[in-house]
C-alpha cells in the first residue's frame, strides 16, 4: 500500500479561524496532516520573520480529527521554518496556508501571511499552495470550495510543481451552484489607495489608523481579477525571483558605470 | 530654474541608523529630502502592514542638514503610504529606501524591510530604489558607495523606471578601492537553512531562536551573489508582477476542471 502523503497545513488568520478548520477537514481526507500555525492573527504580516524575539510552539488540541496540531507565537513564515526544522519527522509532500479569510489575489499577494507562509515552503522546494476567500468575515462559510480546494491539491501531488513555483488560488464568495469552474490567471495590477483615519489620543497626540479602497488597474480578461468577479476561482502560479528579466538589457543600455564620478 | 527632485528617504533599521544617515547625506546634494522612516528597526518585517494598531507619525530632528525628518511607529511599507498620503505636499519623484546594514540580495529580497519599502512605493508608481551594505553591524562605513548611490540615483532621476519595476542594489563590503564597478544582475537562487536554538525558559517551557546559514544555490555569474562575491555593486531590476507566466500553458493542460467531482 502506497503511503499517504504528509500534508503540512498552516496560515495566517492563526490557528483557531475556521478557514484552516475548513481546510484541515479537506486535508484530513487526502493525507497525514501536521498543522503549524500561528496563535494569534497575523494578517498583513507580509513575509516577515522573527529575528530578535523568542519562538514558542507547543502542541495543542483544536478540533476532533486524526491530525497533529502545533500553536506557534511566530509568523507564518516562522511556522513553516519551525514546521520543517523542528516539528517534522520527514519532508511534506505538499505544504497548504489558508483558507485565508479575505482576497489574496493581484497585489493582496505582496502583502499576505497566507502567501508568504506558502512561499517559504516553496523556497524549501515543497510543492505549496496558498488559498483564500473573498469573505473577511469569522462567519464565511467555507463548504463551496471543498471540492476544488481538494481537486487542486491532489493536482499539485499528482504533477508536483517546478521549483520556484507556487500557487495562489483566490475563491469567490459564492454558493457551489455559482462557481463557474477553475481558471489559471495571472495577478491583476492593482493597488490600495489608503485612507490614514487620522484622531487625537486622549493625551492630544495625533495617530492613524490605516484603511483603503481597492482599486484594479488592470482590465485583462486574464487576470485573477477578473475571474473572481466573473464567478471563477483564480489560480496564479506565483514565483519568487522576482528579477525582471526583460528590462536587464535595458538596464544595461544605461552604462552605469560610465557615469559614475569617483573622487 | 529646474525645481529640485523631492526625494523621499525611507529605511528598515530605523530613523538613527548610520545607514540611513549616510543616504540622507547623499540625497540632500541631488534634490528635497523628506525622511519618513521607523522609529524602531524593523529588520525581516517583509511586506509587513499595520491593520490592528494605531500608527504614530512625528517630525523629528536627527542631525544636521537642510531634510525635513518624521518619525513613524510603523512598518517601512506604513512609513512609505504615510508619506504619500499625509506628510508629502506632492508625489515624490523618487523613493529610496536604506542603506539597509546587511544584504538583501538572492532570496534575502523576500524577508526584506529596505526592499518592501522600495516597493510599496514603486506599487504607487513612484521610482524606487533599496540600497544595502553587505555589513551588519552599526559600525558600518558607508563611505565607499556615495560615489555609486549618487549615480544610481541620478540614472533612475533621468531615464526613469517602467511602472512595476524597482530597483534592489547591493553593496559589498571593501574599500572604495576594491570595488570594481555596478553589475545588472538577476537575483541568485538561494535560500537560508535554519538552525533554530532550542533553549528553556526559567519556567521550564522550551523556546526557539531562529538562525541559520545562507546557501547559494545558483552558480550563475549573471547573479547578484556572485556580483557581490567578485567586487561589484549588483543591481536587480525587480518586480512585484509575481505571476510565472512561463507556467500557465503547462497548469491549463492540467484540465483541473475536468477532475472537481462535484458532489
Redesign the interface.
Known sequence: MKNKPLILVTNDDGINAPGIRALVKIMNTIGDVVVVAPNS?Q??????????A?????QVFVNEGPQTEYSCS?TP??CV??AI??KLDRRPDICVSGINHGSNAS?N???SGTM?AA?EAG??GIPSIGFSLLDYTWTANFDACD??VK??T??VLK?GL????VL?VNIPNIS?EEIK??K????A?A?WV???D??I?PQG??????SGKFVNLDGGEDTDEWALEHGYIS???????????H??EK??S?D??K?????
Open positions: 492573527p494578517s498583513g504580516m507580509g513575509h516577515a520573520i522573527t529575528l530578535d523568542t519562538l514558542y510552539v507547543e511566530g513564515a516562522d521554518k519551525l526544522r523542528e497585489i499577494v505582496i502583502y508568504s512561499i523556497i524549501e471540492d476544488y481537486t487542486i491532489e493536482n504533477h517546478p521549483n520556484g513555483i495562489n457551489k469552474g477553475i489559471i490567471c495571472r495577478q495590477r493597488n489608503e485612507k490614514f487620522k484622531r489620543n497626540k495625533d495617530y492613524y489608523w490605516l489560480v496564479v502560479p506565483s514565483q519568487f525571483d522576482l528579477t525582471a528579466h528590462f536587464i538596464l544595461n544605461w552605469l558605470n557615469s559614475v564620478q569617483i573622487k
